[in-house]
């Protein structure tokens, strides 16, 4: 099909990249690694506002102060308008000044007002219109993955997500609990013959290989673990796993990360959400650290969450359901360190319903856009994947 | 993953059947009496038993076969009040300090231990009473998954059991949240258990004065002017009508502030109030409604004006969920996916719907409505719906011990959290899904493999109780038994049987068995 390589690659071969057109297997292979924030995480406090008036008198106990060097508590400018929190001081910030990094405000669901956290997920998830019937069966990854030639997708979640459920297998693996498999290959061998004729076999054939890939590649670096290097824990040690696995097996993945559902005490620059930032960007730098310096420039992770949450905080000093959120881009070869898509000044007329952000990137047009340019897909591929998108040019890669 | 592989027992089974055939020959002639001169069991019971019940085993098949299907569905909808549990399982739950206390005073105290522990000077010395006192709160939710587990898999009450669990993941609670691991036995077992056949809005009305619930979903917390509306969303949208049912974000803002004020009290006093709210205080254990955190301006909700007068606004606005028909339907729907298929049919629904709404929300008639419809009925046959994670493990244990009691549920319950369905370590409160492609994927399936390996091939620590010292007892997983002869057979495919054969042990026979795609089902 119409698989495109490059990023990078990619503006300086322009007159090549001509859509439709099929192109010899490339020396090195786009990778795309989407990162879903289940719970909806507090987008307003992570890229903050920070020439809003507006912002401070809406969050008296959970604003973040203005960038101020003298100040660690404060937010890391970023443009005039927009500064980063500072728990990701020294893991993302540094991609921004390195312009490997790019968010988007405003962005999500434009028909989904739910305000739920799981229909909305579902609704991200399968990349459908919310009118009409939906197929719960077509995850919008999956129907990316059967777009694409030479494509190696996997899921790293204990369970396989609706965005990748579809017409063929996709297999899925929870990285934090590989172990030394029991089952032998003889049992192996009985196993998938039982289910030769099932409706699972592909489930079943695509488990063990997967199952035997990842836990040779685990099992070095578990050993290069045992000779003393200092081993990350939670979503740092899934992201380093993943960037690992992404470097020499997979170009095609999906995490998911919880624990954003901050109705209460969600804390400011220190605290809870700090906290899980942190954790956050850690892992994300692990993941770029682990995929290589090759792989980073042929790479692009997209961060997003259902929506945002209320601009105003609540009663709990923490925040409730909300509509848009900040989305965020991040590659070796992207042209980042920008604030893209549409925009409003931060104010209480730009509300939606007087209380969340508004919706201006929708976030079917904004994959669209991007995996248009990441893979070179053709206007028809692009609609089997998103019907009736019009894809956004965000001109990131 | 362990290696443990039991050597010693290996070499004796081994010693005794070299080959396959032979082992299975032995232990169908040792096969349990209560079964043995019982005919072929009917492929339609069989799958009933599996359907209603945590997995079929020898003696609930045999049972089935000696009192007839209806009455056993009428044993099972309507249990007798105080279904004995047997003794090898009451003992256990009586040895759990926990249960011969209020849960109020559990939680006081663990409040006081916390309170203590903060106050403790030394970093240290406070990093170390703090972990005690996160042991001790572990230790409470491991107990409670204990008694879970053992109910399940031995109560005779077996569809209310299957039912504690559904309505549990449907008021879903994180034990991991604040200190909900000290209260989600007792949630699992006054608020969820004594109401699961009986009336919905008892069961709704029971979540909703439990402090698990109240702060779960952070209700503790809301209060007029500072409202959270954390609850009152999922109340409408998970509990009881569904989400896209007709209500607006102006209703779920109304519920919240009709909610304002139902809390958590654990102090002895009462709170400071002026005399004239005085008589509006409730405290229920600890529950609380505190007059001075509610809202007593007048709600519109769903279309209803409720005059601001206090608790009894709750009531108003529970009897216009309950009785709002969407609520028939989304529980409907929810059952059915349960028990029936991914995509239940409509007709069937609209029959429990409407037996909902003419029972006031009766949960056996829902049940009854469901198990004699003819769409129920015609879903009986093997291999029809695919079991989640839960239903997988403890179908497996029943097959393979029947009613010889485990001594320990820790490796069901480390076996449940790999798989991804761990007891009350969901953290959303939508609960598990119920579909059946959220549990067959590559990994989940591998997962599955190597917990019938660990299952098949041993005791697995279920009888080596959870204290020191303890000793291992004898015990070995029989699953070519007289059910499997007299009835399991005949239901797997030649592939399933080409592989049984070539097993080269009655532990990988077990292990084969277990990973079929049949015992998926």
Known sequence: ?397 | MSEEGHPKKSRRHRSATLLACAALVLIAEIGSPAASHAGELNPHDMVLLDRLTWGINASSAAHLQAVGTERWLQEQLHPVAGTALPDGVRSQIEAMPDVHKFPFDIAVSFDQQAKSANQVADPDQRRAAQQVFQQAMNDRGKQAAARSILRALYAPDQLRERMTWFWFNHFNVHQYKANIRVLVGDYEDRAIRPHALGKFRDLLVATLHHPAMLRYLDNSDNAVGHLNENYAREIMELHTMGVGSGYAQSDVEALARILTGLGIDLRPEDPQLKPELRPQLVREGAFEFNPARHDYGDKTFLGHTIKGRGLAEVDEAIDILVHHPATASHLSKQIATYFVSDNPPDSLVQKMAQTFKTTDGDIAAVLSTMVHAPEFIGSLKPGTKFKDPVQYVLSAVRLAYDDKVILNTVPIQSWLNRLSEGLFNHDTPDGYSMISASWSGPGQMMLRFEIARQIGSGSSGLFKPDVPNAVDQPAFPLIANSLYFNGLRQTLGPPTLAALDQAVSPQDWNTLFLSSPEFMR
Do not use: C
């Not at chain 1, 894809?391 to 990131?396: M, R, T, V």
């Open chain 1, 1 to 397: 099909m119409n698989r495109r390589d490059l990023i990078k690659a990619f503006a300086a071969m322009a007159p090549l990249t001509v859509a439709g057109r099929v192109w010899a297997a490339p020396t090195t292979d786009a990778r795309l690694l989407v990162v879903f924030l289940r719970g909806a995480y507090d987008a307003a406090n992570v890229v903050v506002p920070i020439s809003s008036d507006f912002y401070r008198t809406s969050r008296p106990t959970l604003g973040i102060a203005k960038p101020d060097v003298g100040n660690p508590n404060s937010a890391l400018s970023l443009t005039a308008d927009w500064g980063l929190h500072p728990a990701l001081r020294d893991s993302i910030y540094p991609l921004w000044g390195k312009r490997e990094i790019a968010f988007i405000p405003f962005a999500g669901t434009s028909d989904d007002l739910t305000r739920s956290h799981f229909e909305t997920q579902d609704t991200i998830e399968l990349g459908q219109a919310v009118a009409g019937s939906r197929d719960y069966r077509s995850g919008f990854m999956s129907r990316l993955a059967t777009e694409l030639t030479r494509v190696k997708p996997i899921s790293f979640t204990e369970q396989l997500p609706l965005i990748f459920r579809g017409k063929s297998q996709i297999p899925n693996i929870g990285i934090n609990s590989v172990g030394k498999p029991g089952v032998d290959d003889r049992q192996a061998g009985l196993i998938k013959k039982m289910y030769a004729q099932s409706e699972l076999a592909s489930s079943v054939s695509e488990g063990f290989r997967v199952r035997d890939d990842v836990y040779k590649s685990i099992s070095e670096e578990m050993n290069a673990a045992n000779r003393g290097a200092v081993s990350p824990r939670g979503f740092e040690l899934s992201a380093r796993r993943i960037g690992r696995l992404m470097r020499e097996q997979f170009n095609l993945g999906f995490v998911d990360v919880g624990g954003w559902d901050t109705h209460v005490n969600q804390g400011a620059a220190t605290g809870y959400l700090a906290d899980r930032l942190g954790e956050l960007g850690r892992a994300l730098a692990g993941f770029s650290e682990e995929i290589g310096p090759a792989g980073w420039r042929d790479t692009v992770v997209v961060v997003i969450s259902e929506f945002g949450r209320t601009f105003r905080e609540n009663g709990d000093r923490g925040t409730d359901h909300g509509h848009g959120s900040v989305y965020w881009v991040m590659g070796g070869g992207i042209n980042g360190g920008r604030i893209l898509g549409e925009q409003v000044k931060v104010e209480q007329a730009n509300l939606f319903q007087n209380r969340d952000y508004p919706v201006l990137t929708d976030y079917r047009s904004m994959f669209a856009g991007l995996l248009q340019r990441m893979f070179g897909l053709e206007a028809a591929s692009i609609q089997r994947i998103f019907a009736g998108v019009h894809p956004a040019e965000l001109g990131l890669v």
